[in-house]
């Protein structure tokens, strides 16, 4: 049993490229420099191509077997967030402002150990796509990248994506069968009307009533709920109105929402329901709706999840248990809707700051496993495809 693919040296060079990029990260549709020390690492693999600029500042990496196969595509993100880190490591972040606090960080230097590896050893059919993908924090990037005339001729028959996970033990592998993250889509909901002195609002048209009746809504909506096709979830995310005086009654309002569910579908009709409520509510005001940060809900194929639970068994690695769907979104579910794929998860530690926290930063111990993990991956589906 191989539990580890790369050399310990290798591996060494590896977190010096996860502590780079930890330390010069970008925001989503942002990522040139990112992708560009990603490619320059990558060429030294002499891989059979590289595409660069897909759906913006995206890299697709190829490795092509000796003969005709399947297109294996590992996916990995390249952004970082609008946070500020807490940390005293000297790869911390130099850009004020933004940090790596998803590990995205970790998930590149593990694709690009995928990379050190199939440079050493070709695909024995088929070829592997690594991508790194921009934007998965606003759930662009995927469809960007999907939407990009220069994907097409990398349309995958797999994919695969890993996520690190706090919470879950240090190593642990969970992976299901099944909705493996949540639909989603933010909603921003601008009230007009009509300011007036406040000794007279109902000169005026204030958003007050038609914001009272959206809290109560959503306040009633009950604290937990299990994860299942009748999961509903809005959560109010900001939220303002009129000005910080005394003497006027309020003609506006801001609102920004998230709409949460397990299924594409369900989040259709939950969105639609959900504006013609607030718009059946808004009496005389004018509101305007836009949407933003659409992620569609993520699907483990039930044989590309099965590859990737015989990988951990295969290299002896303990399993934890995650409830899925797991609620919080990813933007690989846009490649779930048009190929086999599998997300899978790696805990990175019960006691690991939470992800987007300002204290998060990936454990290094999940390169060598993570790795290995890819690796294994790619040799379950191409024995199950020969
Ligand atoms: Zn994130
Ligand atoms: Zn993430």
Known sequence: MRSQFLTDDQISVLTRLRHALHSAPELSGEERATAGAISAFLRLTEPDAIIEGLGGSGLAVIYQGRTPGPTVMFRAELDGLPITE???????????????????????????????????????HGRVVLLFQP?????????AVLADPKFASLRPDWAFAMHNMPGLPLGALAVAAGPASCASVGLHLRYQGRAAHASMPETGLSPARALAGLMAEIASQPDSQPMGPEFRLATLCHLSMGAPSFGIAPGHADVSLTLRTVTDAALDDFESAFIEQAKSARGALDLTVSRHDHFNASHNDKQAAGHVARAGQTLGMKTAEFALPMRPSED???????????????GAGEAHPALHNPDYDFPDALISPGCALFAEVLAQVMAATR
């Open 86 to 124: 807490r940390s005293n490591a000297a790869h911390r972040s130099k850009r004020h402002g933004l940090a790596h606090a998803c590990g995205h960080d970790g998930h590149m230097a593990i694709l690009a150990g995928l990379g050190v590896w199939l440079g050493q050893k070709r695909p024995a």
């Open 332 to 346: 690989f579910g846009a490649f779930s809707a048009t190929t086999r794929t599998a997300l899978f998860f790696l």
């Open 135 to 143: 934007a998965e924090e606003t759930g662009a990037g995927a469809r």
